[in-house]
């Protein structure tokens, strides 16, 4: 299977059917991953503060430094949570706020290391998202490549590669204009792989964007997977309008399975495709047969749930749904990066 371009994946999309889809994504999923077989997480996402300058329209999770509502996780809250992971049976957690101009990156420093200093490895963790870690490397007048050092110092392994939503200029200048921009979200991205840690890509659709700046997106991505080979996995999820500024309604499950087959299609230097169990619930385990092979059970996710996504707990319950569809499926722990095991 050769390397699809930008125009053969919007044929693909436009005038492909779904078994068509289907087939293609299982042969290049094929690559890498047997094809009965899928792995899996339980993680819990802390939402540390809901305080955020960015005022991105798709948001319903944020309020601005002087509203009510406002708050910070203590320290313990933030332990008693972890605790609540572990005896769950999970052990990844993610760090996601909002952009809160009274917490600077000493903060973070701070927390990471007690974090790693009370848990050792028995928790990975997700430090940030690249827009987070972008905004605090500009509050904290550091390049990306300091910023990234003081992570990396402070026991963090992981940037997830969150916040991207749509990767083009556009998009951001519609729905998140003081966030960043795709060009500091790339070369963020870049500083943190330089600095040795792991990190992710990620894609939000369902918004209003049009085919083009998707197919921009997965470029983008394929692109700075060609130059750095930094990227673990690519997850996609779907945009949940509930509460938002922004509104909108939902796209189908259908929809998001053929968008997963496309990435998993175009994205041929990334190993693990995710499917989003957060977003699409049971429905999401039907996207394994379009080319995803990994998942998380999450337990909490502020951000999504207040936009309308709902949490199953019964992990097994959730998890008897792939194994119907013929999956055996094995926990998987977050990898320690390679650079800095020695
Ligand atoms: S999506 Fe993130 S950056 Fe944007 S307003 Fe919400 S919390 Fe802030």
């Known amino acids: 299977m050769t390397r699809i371009t930008v125009d053969e994946a919007r044929a693909l999309w436009l005038r492909g059917d779904d078994a068509e889809l289907k087939e293609l994504a299982q042969v290049a999923r094929a690559r890498y991953h047997e094809p009965d077989r899928a792995t899996y997480m339980v993680m819990r996402i802390i ?15 944020y309020v601005l430094p002087n509203q009510d509502g406002g708050y910070v996780l203590s ?3 933030v332990f008693a949570k972890i605790d609540g992971l572990l005896e769950a049976g999970g052990d ?5 706020g909002g952009f809160n101009p009274k917490l600077p990156l000493d903060y973070y420093c701070d927390l990471f290391a ?3 200093a009370r848990y050792g490895d028995r928790v990975e963790f997700y430090a940030l998202t690249i827009a987070e870690f972008v905004y605090l490397a500009d509050r904290a007048d ?32 519609r729905h998140a204009k003081f966030k960043y921009t795709v060009a500091d979200y790339f070369e963020a991205q ?14 939000v659709i369902g918004f209003d964007e049009a085919l083009e700046e998707r197919l921009e997106h997965l470029k983008r991505t394929r692109d700075f997977q060609d130059e750095t080979g930094g990227l673990f996995s690519f997850l996609c999820w779907t945009y949940k309008p509930y509460g938002t500024a922004f509104g ?10 053929r968008w997963i087959a496309l990435s ?23 996207a394994l047969d379009y080319g995803a092979d990994d998942f998380d059970l999450p337990i909490e996710d502020e951000v999504t749930q207040k936009a309308g996504a709902t949490i199953e707990l019964d992990l097994d319950a959730l998890l008897a749904v792939p194994r119907s569809l013929g999956y055996t499926v094995e926990y998987r722990r977050a990898e320690r990066p390679t650079a800095l095991t020695a």
């Open 114 to 116: 007690s974090v790693r």
């Open 190 to 203: 870049r500083a943190i792989v330089e600095a040795g840690l792991r990190t992710t890509a990620t894609m």
């Open 47 to 61: 939402n540390y503060t809901n305080v955020c300058v960015a005022q991105c329209d798709y948001c319903a999770f």
């Open 92 to 96: 990844l957690v993610g760090f996601n």
């Open 248 to 257: 909108g309604r939902e796209i189908s499950p259908q929809e998001y399975r």
């Open 264 to 286: 998993r299609i175009f994205l041929d230097n990334v190993k693990h495709v995710r499917t989003s169990v957060l977003t699409q619930n049971e429905d999401a385990f039907r």
């Open 142 to 173: 550091l390049s990306f490549a300091e910023a990234a050092a003081r992570l990396r110092d402070a026991g963090v392994h992981w940037v997830t590669g969150g916040g991207s939503e749509i990767l083009t200029e556009d998009f951001r200048k």
């Open 75 to 77: 320290r313990e809250d």
